[in-house]
């Protein structure tokens, strides 16, 4: 059971307790299903559950690479003394690269005005900078495209000749990896494969093809080449529909009952009525909003785990409480509230949140606001995959 503070009675009124263990379960089992080494996402402070922390773990369960957007991100990681292979791809072209690149992040360029500013930084930096080229495959929402392809490919060559970057990689993001037979699949190995051949009669040797991400690395074995990209699936939600890879959801988010009040039956409660009870009931406060994760998108449709049992949230999310219909349970203030957690006792998941908000499980994890703090439990195992690469 999540207890929440660990049973300390001045702990936060809600927390997010991320299990490390999990995660790195979660890791050995990704790096078992591939021949290709295995890249970490750790961008949007891993998804919510915190950048070190994740970062470490997935590092020492047999992650040969870390994968972040921004250069916030990958000189946090630097910072901090994280030292293993690390990708940063989400930039403006104006950036100052001299940085990042200082400290051996690996940068992605999608475009020619990237790849210059990219070069413009190792010239200051008076280093090589490593880049992996990116192509749209199909997804058209960053990448060059057929037209722009050669030219940036003969201006990676050009740089190289220079010394200012080695092109160390060519990658592509994938549109429809979590669609089960989707034929845009093959198309993207198409496009992808075509573009490689483009860049190696250009001059370049990449070392690196990457393209799968958590769904592909699942079940997509022939996307797979030289680097996976595991996200959502470190966290252990599922990538794809229907089928189980024996992932272990790592975050439980809880809170405690600060109120209840026993109230009859017809009771309007929030704006306008929007909920009234059916019959005489009690209502639970319970001290999280929007502000801390719950989206106020699932009004009408959230539910929590109190007492044993699934109970419906009565009226809106506010910015920093619900309040709960818990009907006859014998609930009392301080009592255990579960927002999502593994599922495993009945409690909703992040799964369940994201379809009553209608998103994605990445929304409801990275919507989990700062003032929540989050709790680690350790990793409880010393196995090893023996493909790691420890830093820090």
């Known amino acids: 059971m999540i207890e929440l503070g660990g049973g300390d009675p001045s702990a936060p009124l809600a927390e997010a307790v991320v299990d490390l263990d999990a995660i790195a379960q979660n890791t050995r089992l990704l790096a078992g299903r591939t021949g290709a080494a295995l890249l970490a996402v750790v961008k949007a402070d891993a998804f919510g559950h915190g950048l070190l922390p994740v970062a470490r773990t997935v590092l020492a369960a047999g992650a040969g690479w870390l994968g972040v957007t921004s250069r916030a991100e990958a000189m946090a990681l630097r910072d901090a003394g994280v030292t293993a292979p690390l990708l940063s791809w989400l930039h403006a072209p104006d950036e100052d690269f001299a940085p990042v690149v200082a400290a051996g992040v690996d940068l992605s360029a999608a475009s020619t005005p990237h790849l210059a500013g990219i070069a413009a930084g190792a010239r200051r930096a008076r280093t090589r900078a490593n880049v992996h080229l990116k192509v749209d495959t199909g997804l058209a929402r960053n990448g060059a495209g057929d037209g722009d392809w050669p030219e940036l490919v003969r201006r990676a060559r050009a740089f190289e000749t220079a010394g200012l970057l080695r092109v160390r990689g060519v990658w592509s993001h994938l549109a429809t990896a979590e669609v ?8 993207q190995l198409r496009r992808l494969e075509r573009a490689l051949a483009l860049a190696r009669a250009g001059g370049l040797a990449p070392d690196l093809v990457h393209l799968a991400n958590s769904a592909a690395l699942v079940g997509l074995p022939r996307t797979h080449f030289d680097l996976v990209r595991a996200g959502i699936a470190l966290y252990g939600v599922e990538p794809l529909p229907g089928q189980a890879a024996g992932l272990r959801p790592a975050m439980t988010l809880c809170s405690r009952v600060i109120l209840t009040r026993r109230v009859p039956a017809g009771t309007g409660v929030s704006y306008g009525h929007d909920y009234v009870t059916r019959a005489a009931s009690t209502l639970a406060l319970v001290p999280l909003g929007f502000a801390d994760g719950v989206p106020r998108a699932a009004t009408g449709r959230g539910r929590v785990w109190i007492a044993g049992r699934q109970c419906p949230i009565a009226g809106r999310v506010t910015m920093d409480q619900i309040v709960v219909d ?49 709790r680690y439990l350790p990793v409880r195992t010393a196995r090893r995959s023996g493909r790691e690469r420890v830093s820090a």
């Open 326 to 374: 818990v009907g006859d349970l014998p609930v009392r203030t301080g009592d255990e509230v579960l927002l999502f957690g593994s599922g495993d006792r009945g409690e909703p998941t992040v799964g369940d949140w994201a379809r009553w908000a209608g998103t994605n499980p990445h929304e409801i994890f990275t919507g989990v606001g700062a003032r929540v703090p989050r």
């Open 180 to 187: 089960p037979g989707d034929r845009g699949v093959a198309e």
